[in-house]
């Protein structure tokens, strides 16, 4: 079984200032671990996946996520917010080779000006 | 890549209508999957095929639900004397299946049901 649990519901930050949205997970199974954002009204979008061949990965948009097994997390970066980061940022935990995606509870994130 | 598409965008229903919502994936995915995002929350797995065939049903799905996808393309999601209950978003996602690792899925827009 895996879960994702994502520590801050809600991030305000000031444009061109950093952005760090925490998520920590368990699994059973080495775990495939995504990124996705969602815009309001729209579907969901990768930003970024982690599926073992590096630690450190890079995605769209500046993002980028560290992966840390000893502290089993997952935390998503940008150096620097743009006023069209402000959307819903949900973590995502897979088991390898599986279909069924366990999202977090997500982290709204609001730019302010 | 024409992305996958959902319609219709916006469903209003009266208690104990059905409903039906369809969901085009992009052409040379072979999964498909159906997940339900409620207000505040993250999205949670309904239902999953792999070509024509549905290979799992969530417990959220109850006998009120019905998927199909005829010939491995497009699907079909839909809900029988619709519940306030089952006012949601309706997200269809589709991946294409990789030999080792976990193929990304590509969502929809969404369908936004409200049961009144």
């Known amino acids: 079984a895996q879960s994702v649990t994502q520590l801050d519901s809600h991030v305000s930050v000031s444009e061109g200032t950093p952005v760090l949205l925490r998520c920590n997970y368990s699994?059973?199974?080495?775990?495939?671990l995504f990124w996705y954002v969602q815009h309001p009204n729209k579907g969901l979008q990768l930003l970024l996946k982690?599926?073992?061949?590096?630690?450190l990965v890079k995605g769209i948009n500046g993002f980028e996520a560290e992966f840390k097994k000893s502290e089993t997390s997952f935390h998503l970066t940008k150096p620097s917010a743009h006023m069209s980061d402000a959307a819903e940022y949900f973590c995502?935990?897979?088991?390898?080779?599986?279909?069924?995606?366990?999202f977090g509870a997500g982290t709204t994130v609001t730019v302010r000006a | 890549d024409t992305g996958v598409s959902q319609n219709p965008r916006h469903k209003i229903t009266k208690r104990g209508q059905n409903v039906t919502f369809r969901c085009d994936p992009i052409?040379?995915?072979?999964?498909l999957y159906w997940y339900r995002q409620t207000l505040g929350q993250g999205p949670e797995f309904l239902t999953y095929?792999?070509?024509?065939?549905?290979?799992?049903k969530s417990r959220l799905l109850s006998d009120r639900f019905s998927a199909e996808r005829p010939k491995g393309s497009f699907s079909t999601l839909e809900i029988q004397r619709t519940e306030q209950g089952d006012s949601a978003m309706y997200l269809c996602?589709?991946?294409?299946?990789?030999?080792?690792?976990?193929?990304?899925?590509?969502f929809g827009n969404g369908t936004r049901l409200t049961v009144t």
């Open positions: 996602a589709s991946s294409e299946r990789q030999v080792f690792g976990n193929s990304p899925l590509h």
């Open positions: 699994s059973s199974y080495s775990p495939s």
């Open positions: 982690y599926t073992s061949a590096a630690t």
């Open positions: 995502v935990v897979s088991p390898v080779d599986d279909y069924k995606l366990s």
């Open positions: 052409s040379e995915h072979n999964r």
């Open positions: 095929f792999q070509n024509e065939a549905q290979l799992e």
